[in-house]
């Protein structure tokens, strides 16, 4: 299966009473890299979902975003500051000695007094919240895989037909420059004929001429490499997975060995197929840089 590295993926989930939201996005890029926006409270979780994401993705510049909300009783404590109650009893009955006056201070009335208890934010249970936010993180997943998927076997339908273009047109190369050499040597002859008039044309060096032409215009080498090439381009994108660093390099030689057949011939309509071929392979470079 061929991933593109666009993808978006969302959950949402309610779970242990929290409500929690995983979205995920992703662009190009060389290399895999990671950024959140995560609560401060959940910081303990961000090398962990960083983890989680590093299995599934190989390249491509990915963004979590973690939202939590409710919680409720399970986040909230009461705690008392005792040592501030012993001192309102010390306090009270210090008056009750002094003012003599009965000291009879109920504990609910105690509790009453400022600060003595206090509502404050549980710590969280660190391992039950990453269960929690793994499984809606988890199923964000699935939605932001599927959606490379699909995006990337686009990719892969575009990248073949433009792979059966270049085929086709090395093809029109091999036909074209198979009776290249003899219309050389056929113009070569008229020449030495019209320049020499009457004299007899020399068909050993006519022979050595179009020999040296014929090596120096060879382009034999370059249509078996670029048809090999192909072949493996094909291999590859049936094989799937993180491919896009091998695509990438190849797209490179087919570039090459075009440059280089471009540069050997100077027909004229092998030099309109060598820009057709390049302008191919530029829109499978283009397309390759989407893949992971």
Known sequence: MILSMTG???????VGGRE????????NSRYFEYSSRIPR?????????KKLLAGQVSRGKVELSLQLQGGGEADTVVVP?????KSY?????TLSEELQLRCD???????RFPDVLAARRAEPDQEQLWQDVSAVCQEALEGFTAMRAAEGEKLKADILSRLAFLEQAVAQV??????RVQSYTERLYARLKTVLEDRTVDEARLLTEAAI?????????????LRSHIAQYRGILEEGGPVGRKLDFLTQELNRETNTIGSKCQDLAITRLVVDMKAEIEKIREQVQNIE
């Open 41 to 49: 409270s959940c910081a303990f979780l961000d090398e962990r979902l």
């Open 105 to 111: 201070v109920p504990l609910s009335l105690l509790a």
């Open 174 to 179: 091999e036909q074209d420059s198979a009776g």
């Open 89 to 93: 009893q010390t306090a009270l009955h």
């Open 8 to 14: 978006y993926g969302r959950s949402r989930q309610t």
């Open 81 to 85: 500051d005792l040592a501030l109650a």
């Open 20 to 27: 929690i939201t995983v979205e995920l996005k992703s662009v």
């Open 213 to 225: 032409f014929a090596d120096k215009t060879a382009v034999d080498e370059e249509t078996v490499r």
